[in-house]
Protein backbone atom coordinates (compact mmCIF):
# COMPACT_ATOMS: atom_id res chain seq x y z
CA UNK A 1 0.00 0.00 0.00
CA UNK A 2 1.32 3.51 -0.69
CA UNK A 3 0.94 5.56 2.08
CA UNK A 4 1.54 8.90 0.14
CA UNK A 5 -1.74 11.03 -0.24
CA UNK A 6 -0.69 13.98 -2.95
CA UNK A 7 -3.62 12.33 -4.63
CA UNK A 8 -6.11 11.05 -2.53
CA UNK A 9 -6.21 8.84 0.27
CA UNK A 10 -5.62 4.91 -0.37
CA UNK A 11 -8.49 3.26 -1.28
CA UNK A 12 -9.58 -0.19 -1.94
CA UNK A 13 -12.38 -0.54 -4.93
CA UNK A 14 -13.33 -4.08 -3.17
CA UNK A 15 -14.04 -2.90 -0.08
CA UNK A 16 -16.10 0.34 -0.92
CA UNK A 17 -19.42 1.28 0.01
CA UNK A 18 -20.25 2.37 -3.67
CA UNK A 19 -19.83 -0.97 -4.62
CA UNK A 20 -23.34 -1.89 -3.23
CA UNK A 21 -25.38 0.33 -5.99
CA UNK A 22 -22.80 0.50 -8.37
CA UNK A 23 -19.35 -1.84 -8.99
CA UNK A 24 -16.16 -0.09 -9.06
CA UNK A 25 -14.00 -1.96 -10.38
CA UNK A 26 -10.82 -0.26 -11.55
CA UNK A 27 -9.16 3.62 -10.39
CA UNK A 28 -8.94 6.83 -12.82
CA UNK A 29 -6.52 9.99 -12.28
CA UNK A 30 -8.97 12.56 -12.77
CA UNK A 31 -7.92 16.69 -13.19
CA UNK A 32 -9.81 17.62 -9.85
CA UNK A 33 -13.58 19.59 -10.92
CA UNK A 34 -12.72 19.05 -14.88
CA UNK A 35 -14.16 16.09 -16.80
CA UNK A 36 -10.47 14.94 -17.86
CA UNK A 37 -8.70 11.53 -17.46
CA UNK A 38 -5.11 10.90 -17.56
CA UNK A 39 -4.22 8.16 -20.04
CA UNK A 40 -1.18 6.62 -19.35
CA UNK A 41 0.18 6.03 -22.77
CA UNK A 42 0.76 9.06 -23.79
CA UNK A 43 0.71 10.69 -20.26
CA UNK A 44 -1.60 13.51 -21.26
CA UNK A 45 -5.59 14.22 -19.78
CA UNK A 46 -8.31 14.04 -22.40
CA UNK A 47 -12.10 14.71 -21.88
CA UNK A 48 -13.85 12.11 -20.15
CA UNK A 49 -16.27 11.10 -23.40
CA UNK A 50 -13.50 10.88 -26.01
CA UNK A 51 -13.65 8.01 -27.68
CA UNK A 52 -10.57 8.44 -29.86
CA UNK A 53 -8.27 8.99 -26.83
CA UNK A 54 -8.10 5.20 -25.87
CA UNK A 55 -9.68 5.79 -23.07
CA UNK A 56 -8.76 1.87 -21.62
CA UNK A 57 -5.41 3.08 -20.89
CA UNK A 58 -6.84 5.56 -18.11
CA UNK A 59 -8.07 2.53 -16.07
CA UNK A 60 -6.06 1.37 -13.84
CA UNK A 61 -5.89 -2.34 -12.01
CA UNK A 62 -4.97 -1.21 -8.08
CA UNK A 63 -4.55 2.38 -6.38
CA UNK A 64 -0.51 2.25 -6.73
CA UNK A 65 -0.78 1.66 -10.26
CA UNK A 66 -2.88 4.73 -10.44
CA UNK A 67 -0.55 6.42 -8.22
CA UNK A 68 2.20 6.02 -9.84
CA UNK A 69 0.89 7.36 -12.87
CA UNK A 70 -0.07 10.65 -11.35
CA UNK A 71 3.15 10.71 -10.01
CA UNK A 72 5.30 10.43 -13.24
CA UNK A 73 2.79 13.49 -14.80
CA UNK A 74 3.89 15.66 -12.25
CA UNK A 75 7.21 14.70 -12.53
CA UNK A 76 7.38 15.57 -16.48
CA UNK A 77 5.25 17.91 -16.21
CA UNK A 78 7.02 19.74 -13.08
CA UNK A 79 3.99 19.75 -10.87
CA UNK A 80 4.35 19.66 -7.53
CA UNK A 81 2.48 16.74 -6.45
CA UNK A 82 0.78 17.79 -3.13
CA UNK A 83 -0.43 20.94 -5.20
CA UNK A 84 -1.48 19.32 -8.26
CA UNK A 85 -5.26 19.14 -9.22
CA UNK A 86 -4.81 15.50 -9.61
CA UNK A 87 -7.15 13.01 -7.54
CA UNK A 88 -7.59 9.07 -8.06
CA UNK A 89 -10.97 8.04 -8.18
CA UNK A 90 -12.54 4.57 -8.42
CA UNK A 91 -14.10 3.63 -12.15
CA UNK A 92 -15.88 1.74 -14.52
CA UNK A 93 -16.71 0.84 -17.95
CA UNK A 94 -19.70 1.08 -19.57
CA UNK A 95 -19.45 -1.32 -22.98
CA UNK A 96 -23.06 -0.25 -23.88
CA UNK A 97 -21.75 3.47 -24.60
CA UNK A 98 -17.98 2.50 -24.80
CA UNK A 99 -16.79 5.03 -21.99
CA UNK A 100 -15.72 5.16 -18.73
CA UNK A 101 -17.60 6.19 -15.47
CA UNK A 102 -16.11 8.01 -12.61
CA UNK A 103 -17.86 7.26 -9.50
CA UNK A 104 -18.42 9.30 -6.85
CA UNK A 105 -20.12 9.21 -3.42
CA UNK A 106 -19.15 8.20 -0.36
CA UNK A 107 -15.89 6.19 -0.28
CA UNK A 108 -15.66 4.60 3.05
CA UNK A 109 -14.58 1.18 3.49
CA UNK A 110 -17.65 -1.21 4.71
Same mark, same amino acid.
Given at each position: ?11 ? *? ?12 ? #? ?32 ? *? ?17 ? *?? =? ?9 ? #? ?5 ? *? ?6 ? =???
Amino acid at each position: MNNNNEFGDYFD *IHNLYINKFRQARF #YAVQWLNEDLILNSQVNQFFPLRNKQSNLQNSLF *INFNQAYNAAKKYCLENSI *IA =KQSNLIIVPAS #YDFIFER *IILLYGII =KEI
